[in-house]
């Protein structure tokens, strides 16, 4: 919960190529108080079975950007084990042989006291996108 001095984050994941949410990816949150400042480590959670990280830590006061990574690069793997099992006769995908394309997504975006930000992260084997939620 955001106070009037500190904002607060929250995020989910979506998984666009099945249509349901990523369970069990890890995410890492980071802060830093200024463009010119050293990230500081905050801590990390796991999405739930809907996709959502729900016990991020608390962001310290004077914060002004944030940083979310996201480890996809396990679950991703396992969604097309998954995808190919459930299709024994088609290609899982048509990848370029060298496992998963994009095996974390990093999203940095800046921050003001008092205000909650939902960045959701729309995720497929071979794209990404996110955007401030609500």
């Keep these: 919960m955001s106070t009037s001095a500190t904002a607060s984050v929250s995020t989910h994941i979506l998984d666009t190529s099945?249509?349901?949410?990523?369970e069990g990816v890890a995410v890492q949150l980071s802060a830093r108080s200024g463009r010119g400042a050293d990230w500081q480590a905050l801590g990390g959670s796991a999405t739930d079975a809907d996709g959502r990280c729900k016990d991020l830590?608390?962001?310290?006061?004077?914060?002004?950007?944030?940083?979310l990574?996201?480890?996809?690069e396990p679950y991703l793997e396992e969604s097309a084990k998954k995808q190919a099992d459930a299709q024994q006769d088609a290609?899982?995908?048509?990848d370029s042989?060298?496992?998963?394309?994009?095996?974390?997504?990093?999203?940095?975006f800046a921050v003001v006291p008092g205000e909650h930000y939902h960045v959701p992260l729309l995720?497929?084997?071979f794209g990404y996108s996110v955007y401030r939620g609500s």
Excluded: K, Y
Aim: glycine share 10%; no cysteine; proline share 15%.
């Design 69 to 72: 990574d996201f480890a996809v």
């Design 18 to 22: 099945v249509g349901r949410p990523a």
């Design 97 to 108: 042989g060298a496992g998963v394309f994009f095996p974390e997504v990093a999203i940095t």
């Design 91 to 94: 290609p899982a995908n048509r």
């Design 57 to 67: 830590p608390a962001l310290p006061e004077g914060t002004t950007h944030v940083r």
């Design 123 to 125: 995720l497929n084997p």
